[in-house]
């Protein structure tokens, strides 16, 4: 796979191609660049989420972008992962009161999405399926992505789960850059100049 390149000040060129790990590359090394801003210094270590479906090679790619950005020390962090930091570590909230009128009822947009329920629902069916287990084996849900803030999503949780207990954040579209953080808390140790020192997350 690869992608064409436009915005290149060498004319010449225009019709060759760039890899996916250089356009992650471009992304992570902007990322770089505003942390360091912030923080006002070098920064060489980072932790990166990445999907759970993630394999070798593709988590390879992932370093390998990481590392043309700038990276020296990466840390690869499956989303489920850091999502249970999130959810099993204390966090201090933040109030991001947002207002917005969107001129749809709660029936028609169910309506409109019922297709996305019912993968979901095979997604939780199949997810099931594969290591033998039962809903009623499932003590307890963490509801991560901004999908988790619909009712309709919840009653289907409920539903399928109904002796679990459901957790829902009250940012459950940001967990998982939550308990990244977290997790790069616990590499940081007193004194420790390790892996943990000045660490970013992606």
Known sequence: MAVQKFNVPDKTQIQ??????????DLLKLIKKKAEE??????????????????????????????????KDILLLPEPIAAAFAYFHDID???TNQDGIISITQEEF???????????????????????LYANQIDKVLLVGGGSRMPMIKDL??????????????????VVAIGA???????QKPGDSGKGENCTIM
């Open 38 to 71: 912030i923080q006002g210094t070098s920064l060489k270590n980072c932790v990166i989420t990445v999907p759970a479906a993630f394999n070798d090679s593709q988590n390879a790619a992932t370093i390998k972008a990481a590392e043309m950005a700038g990276w």
């Open 157 to 174: 949780l409920k539903e399928k789960f109904p002796k679990a207990e459901h957790c829902c954040h009250e940012h459950p579209d940001e």
């Open 93 to 95: 909230e933040f109030d």
């Open 16 to 25: 060759g191609f760039v890899s996916p790990e250089e356009v992650a590359a």
């Open 181 to 187: 953080a977290h997790y790069a808390c616990t590499l």
């Open 110 to 132: 169910e309506k409109m999405t019922q297709s996305l329920l019912n993968k979901v629902e095979n997604t939780l069916i199949a997810a099931l399926y594969k290591p033998k």
